[in-house]
């Protein structure tokens, strides 16, 4: 039983053995009022019972190399071990973001063979790296649009189609690129209703926000007919790249249509995510748009030499510090080697075939939400479990005992007690067989026994939390 390090403390236990200073101590060199008053309030403790600390702590959460982690829209596959060797070359990890272009020609190098080949899958003509995250990265390709526009003289273009499936950073990127959000209905089968999207085409059209496949795992069989009808009315097409990873090496958005879009490396290209980042959504456009991208651009001149160039009178701007998170880009870089264009092909294949199987392996307990071949996920309703009393969230949390992630839940909100589920090219037919055991017995717990779901987690570190109060009030010390 690994404890906290504050209860391990003890007075002059140290962690550290350093030589004695051979300096004179000057406190005098600091002004009297930045000095404290009363030591700080620091752990005393031995570097084992530190690392037993933090591995302990580390223990108590769940990660791709815990369990399955059926996270849906997360895409929370395996990050290969061989990446992290590579982010840890020295001439990598050693290098400054402030070093002289001629410095870092190796590092400049691969972030333009990284944008060349993000162009090749996504079917686009340039690629900024910059964007730290999916939503950063829509945020950048709204703005963009906006200054596509604006460079136009059209500045009456105002409204982002969104349709309601979309992930809600989608409306939330357009708020704060300064336009307004507009909401389009899904129809029966999860496509974007048409006769709505009609409705809308107006000289205010600036573009159409669309995930595909959606975040119902639904590939969107009209994309061809609404890139037109967008286009035939002024309008841009920004594609949200969450989940490429049903798509990887099959299609691509630049051939659906799609003027701009992000990619989430740290979901599609295997680079490590959850807890915060750091992540990177770079984000692609087509070459009328190509202008508009963040400054500085990774270029490489005619001798063959790689530099960053600022002189873009046309450029957003700079939306991140330096040129983005540039260990994340490591990752991405070797994983797409390491694949291979076949290899980046297969991660799709097979992270369709998971979620088909497991979508059939589920029908047979649980209502599927639509009743079509998915893509990389789909979506179950807990709706007649409710009927009987328990709820999407006693089903997720009584997961958690089996040692699994649960789904995406309650996303997207147009289907009633949704748990979206993504398996990820990463799982075995065996893993995938044991998860459908764990819910068929949860299933049945639901029927027999309701009190142990609504009651679960049983097994874990802490119970069940008040997840608003978590939210609203979170005790962030002790
Ligand atoms: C994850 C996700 C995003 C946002 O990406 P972040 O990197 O988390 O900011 C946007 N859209 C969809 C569909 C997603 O799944």
Known sequence: MSKLIFEE????????????????????????????????????????????HFVGLSAKNHGVLSGFYPLGSCTMKYNPAVNEEVARFGGFAGSHPLEDSGDVQGNLRLMFALQNMLSEIAGMDAFTLQPAAGAHGELTGLMIIKAYHERRGDFRRTKILIPDS????????????????????????GNVDLDGLRAQLDENLAGLMLTNPSTLGLFETNIRTIAALVHGAGGLLYYDGANLNAILGVARPGDMGFDVMHLNLHKTFSTPHGGGGPGAGPVGVKKDLAAFLPKPVVVRDSAGQYGLDSDRPDSVGKVRSFYGNFGIMLRAYAFILSMGA?????????AVLNANYLMRGLGAYMKIAYDRTCMHEFVASGGSQKERGVSTLDIAKRMLDFGVHPPTVYFPLIVPEAMMFEPTESESKQTLDAFLEIMRGILREAEENPELLKTAPHNTVVGRLDEVKAARKPVLKR
């Open 342 to 350: 076949e290899g980046l092909k297969s991660v799709s294949e097979n």
């Open 166 to 189: 979309a992930h809600g950073t989608n409306p939330a990127s357009a708020s704060m690129a300064g336009f307004e959000a507009v909401e389009i209905k899904s129809d029966a089968d």
């Open 9 to 52: 403390s003890a007075e002059g236990r140290v962690g550290f053995s350093l030589p004695d200073c051979d300096v004179p101590a000057r406190a005098d060199l600091i002004p009297e009022r930045f000095l404290r008053k009363t030591p700080a309030e620091l752990p005393e403790c031995g570097e084992v019972d530190v690392l037993r």
